[in-house]
């Protein structure tokens, strides 16, 4: 953890959620504002369909409240597509951009996340820019160039705590149950810092930096306790507020 910082849990439902799963999210609200939570800020981002809906039950609340993507455009004949003053207007705090799913299977580059993290920025949304390197990359001896080389073209013109969250998710460990030693993003968190620190100056010190990839009750107090770990994007244990809330405790 950096000191000084607030951490981060931020939970990525991906494509899974109906209205009746909405009952997780009021279960999170209820144990963040009853301050059984612990320090850290909680985020959930549900997919779209649900961002009006939990907005409301989260409205008044300590919960913030994410969405997983958004287009660099703030208007315009994009069928499909969801403009960050869209997402801003349906109620969300956060948006996540440039996720390793979205970069693999939506061809995503460094230049378009940027792209929506700046478009985020002006909306008003704090983003939560993914990097991460595949396995292939990792056993090439390749991660740090990998993640270094998203972080310079990924990242916005300008950041600061409140406008800017980078999460590094090591592609091989997303859904897998595989996870890097604690060495391993221990050096990889160290390396964004620095980056950070060249990138936005003193800000750079202050910019929370996640780890995510099969994070889970059994393993957050070691990943989220390494130095310049500032909380965590978590996938699937976050559909379930029990486990959501039992990573979100490590900072109790």
């Known amino acids: 953890m950096t000191p000084g910082v607030r951490p981060l849990v931020a939970g990525n439902w991906k494509m899974n959620g109906l ?10 609200r209820e144990a963040v504002d009853a301050g059984k939570a612990g320090e850290a800020e909680l985020a959930v981002c549900p997919p779209a369909t649900l961002l009006a809906q939990a907005a409301w039950a989260l409205r ?6 994410g969405a997983q993507d958004c287009h ?9 597509d969801i403009a960050a003053p869209m997402l801003k207007d349906a109620g969300a705090a956060y948006v996540i951009v440039g996720h ?3 970069r693999q299977y939506h061809s995503e580059t460094d230049e378009q996340v940027k792209a929506k993290a700046e478009a985020a920025l002006k909306a008003g949304l704090t983003a939560i820019v993914c990097v991460g390197e595949t396995r292939a990359e990792r056993e090439a001896g390749k991660a740090i160039e990998v993640v270094s080389r998203q972080i310079r073209g990924s990242l916005p013109a300008a950041g600061a705590f409140e406008t800017v969250v980078v999460a590094y998710e090591p ?5 897998t149950g595989l996870t890097p030693t604690a060495a391993d993003v221990a050096e990889v968190h160290a390396v964004i810092r620095k980056l ?7 800000a750079g010190a202050k910019l929370r930096i996640l780890y995510g990839g099969s994070v889970k009750p059994a393993n957050a107090k ?14 699937g244990a976050s559909l379930k507020a029990v486990d959501f809330l039992a990573i979100a405790a490590t900072y109790a």
């Not at 209205?19 to 999170?28: G, P």
């Not at 008044?60 to 409240?65: C, E, P, Q």
């Not at 660099?72 to 499909?80: F, I, L, N, Q, R």
């Not at 620190?197 to 003193?202: D, I, R, T």
């Open 222 to 235: 070691e990943l989220l306790g390494l130095d310049n770990v500032d909380g965590a994007l978590v996938g």
């Open 60 to 65: 008044g609340g300590k919960l913030s409240l």
């Open 196 to 202: 950070l620190g060249e990138l936005y100056g003193a």
């Open 19 to 28: 209205s009746a799963n909405l009952s997780e999210v009021k279960a999170m």
């Open 72 to 80: 660099a455009k703030e208007s315009g004949a994009y069928t499909g």
């Open 100 to 102: 390793s799913e979205r």
């Open 171 to 175: 592609v091989w460990a997303i859904g």
